[in-house]
């Protein structure tokens, strides 16, 4: 995955959201090279692929280049711009509930944890039992520094 293409195509994706979702958002948008698993993965198999941050030094959105390039190597530009769109627009509604009080989307965020375990937990039985396996998971989350 060409790093370059994945700049482009994110600048692409921001700019369709409305000025105002960027109100407070006082550390922009960030890309990094990183590829981390969430601290929940059980077999380093869940991926962050966006991080709402915010902390004394203010808010910002992380998009992480490395989880994309890990997962999606070959992904189209087209399906890659759909995916960088849903993991934006996912982080966007961390930073909007955080300035409204609400925490819906950490809600869901936590259930689908949850289902992740509990699949799991799925794939381990159907392992030990000889039934195959299920594929791998990714999920964006959202992050508080104190």
């Known amino acids: 995955m060409d790093r370059d293409v994945f700049e482009r195509l994110l600048d692409e994706v921001a700019c369709e959201l409305p000025d105002e979702f960027y109100n407070d958002l006082n550390g922009g948008i960030i890309i990094s090279?990183?590829?981390?698993?969430?601290?929940?993965?059980v077999a380093d198999d869940l991926?962050?692929?966006?991080?709402?941050?915010?902390?004394?030094?203010?808010r910002q959105i992380v998009i992480?280049?490395?989880s994309f390039a890990k997962l999606y190597p070959n992904m189209s530009e087209e399906r890659l711009k759909k995916e960088l769109r849903r993991v934006l627009r996912h982080e966007f509604r961390?930073?909007?509930?955080?300035?409204?009080?609400?925490?819906?989307?950490?809600?869901?965020?936590?259930e689908e944890i949850a289902d992740?375990?509990?699949?799991h937990e799925q794939r381990k039985r159907r392992r030990q039992s000889g039934q195959g396996r299920l594929s791998g998971f990714q999920i964006g989350r959202k992050r508080e520094n104190k």
């Open 33 to 41: 090279d990183e590829a981390p698993c969430h601290d929940q993965s």
């Open 47 to 58: 991926y962050i692929m966006g991080e709402y941050r915010r902390s004394a030094m203010g």
């Open 64 to 66: 992480f280049y490395g």
């Open 94 to 110: 961390h930073h909007l509930e955080g300035l409204a009080g609400q925490r819906d989307l950490e809600v869901e965020d936590e």
């Open 116 to 119: 992740y375990l509990w699949r």
